[in-house]
T-cell receptor
Framework: KAGVTQTPRYLIKTRGQQVTLSCSPISGHRSVSWYQQTPGQGLQFLFE???????NKGNFPGRFSGRQFSNSRSEMNVSTLELGDSALYLCASSLGGQGSNQPQHFGDGTRLSIL | GNSVTQMEGPVTLSEEAFLTINCTYTATGYPSLFWYVQYPGEGLQLLLK?????DKGSNKGFEATYRKETTSFHLEKGSVQVSDSAVYFC???????????FGAGTTVTVRA
């Protein structure tokens, strides 16, 4: 069974640009979550989608947005990039139904570097 | 709010030594608890989980018991190998909250 696939693996952008990251969940998983990992702040939750609806959102500015498609694939967009956005962005998927707490399975991440 | 506190390390051990990484949490209700491991250049892998008080999660020789009375979920392994060198994260997720709250991570290095 294929795992969570994130593309691209590496990205280099400059300040002010925007970027879109992609995540394909494990087949059958309907929940996709995004996390930012930095040495200073650790792992921080960005948002979670289930059946194309955002169910939870972390404390990030509006420059960070996401969406989920009908096939459960998800994209994350960051506009007006800042140096502090340099991080490893991790996507995770799970079955996600209500009333359960299925573990999340992570991809290998997209390493975003802002110059 | 929900939070996880774990010993930050780094922890350096010799092969076959005993490993303990302490993890305590603050949460409302009865969250599920997890340990994840991250190897260099990779994402997080689920190591083990526990969903209710007194549950013991175990995998690959690692164990952790959900202790509600002490709000703890300490990770243990009786005999570590060089291949266990990684960063270990304790995490919690309240039911129907749809997000993980992570500890800061503990870097473990095992020497041959």
């Amino acid at each position: 069974k294929a795992g969570v696939t994130q593309t691209p693996r590496y990205l280099i952008k400059t300040r002010g640009q925007q970027v879109t990251l992609s995540c394909s969940p494990i087949s059958g998983h309907r929940s996709v979550s995004w996390y930012q990992q930095t040495p200073g702040q650790g792992l921080q939750f960005l948002f979670e989608y289930f059946s194309e609806t955002q169910r939870n959102k972390g404390n990030f500015p509006g420059r960070f947005s996401g969406r989920q498609f009908s096939n459960s694939r998800s994209e994350m967009n960051v506009s007006t990039l800042e140096l502090g956005d340099s991080a490893l962005y991790l996507c995770a998927s799970s079955l996600g139904g209500q009333g359960s707490n299925q573990p999340q399975h992570f991809g290998d991440g997209t390493r975003l570097s802002i110059l | 709010g929900n939070s996880v506190t774990q010993m930050e390390g780094p922890v350096t051990l010799s092969e076959e030594a005993f490993l303990t990484i302490n993890c305590t949490y603050t949460a409302t209700g009865y969250p599920s608890l997890f340990w994840y491991v991250q190897y260099p250049g990779e994402g997080l892998q689920l190591l083990l989980k526990a969903t209710k008080a007194d549950d013991k999660g175990s995998n690959k020789g690692f164990e952790a018991t959900y202790r509600k009375e002490t709000t703890s979920f300490h990770l243990e392994k009786g005999s570590v190998q060089v291949s266990d060198s990684a960063v270990y994260f304790c995490a919690l997720s309240p039911l129907d909250d749809y997000k993980l709250s992570f500890g800061a991570g503990t870097t473990v290095t095992v020497r041959a």
